[in-house]
Nanobody, 124 residues
Framework: QVQLVESGGGLVQVGGSLRLSCVAS????????MAWFRQAPGQERALVGV????????VYADSVKGRFTISGDDKQTAVYLQMNALEPEDTAVYYC?????????????????WGQGTQVTVSA
């Protein structure tokens, strides 16, 4: 069982930046396909982006392309979501998720492990 923990959320002004981190408990390796999802109040959980197990391939939702970047550390113990040029529409709880099987799916059921989420609020 993999326990994921997100951190780095907070309140930021429009146009600002935040970097979210996702680690496994005990700094265990997270050698999985890793995704970031977000859920705004009253909305369904939506895919932000996915990074492959090798960390060489990433895919992003159209709404964040060019603004958000997913990366991983060399030791495969952390995955990051760098968010730039933040907009009020980016306000949501952000979750990281891990998939044991290769996937870039936007279907949350494809992911096996989830963190508890971290709140990101972008003020106008």
């Amino acid at each position: 069982q993999v326990q994921l923990v997100e951190s780095g959320g907070g309140l930021v002004q429009v146009g600002g930046s935040l970097r979210l981190s996702c680690v496994a408990s005990g700094r265990a390796e997270i050698n999985y396909y890793m995704a970031w999802f977000r859920q705004a109040p009253g909305q369904e959980r939506a895919l932000v982006g996915v990074i492959s197990r090798s960390r060489y391939t990433t895919v992003y939702a159209d709404s964040v392309k060019g603004r958000f970047t997913i990366s991983g550390d060399d030791k495969q113990t952390a995955v990051y979501l760098q968010m730039n040029a933040l907009e009020p529409e980016d306000t949501a709880v952000y979750y990281c998720a891990a998939a044991e099987r290769p996937t870039f799916s936007s279907d949350s059921s494809e992911y096996d492990y989830w963190g508890q989420g971290t709140q990101v609020t972008v003020s106008a």
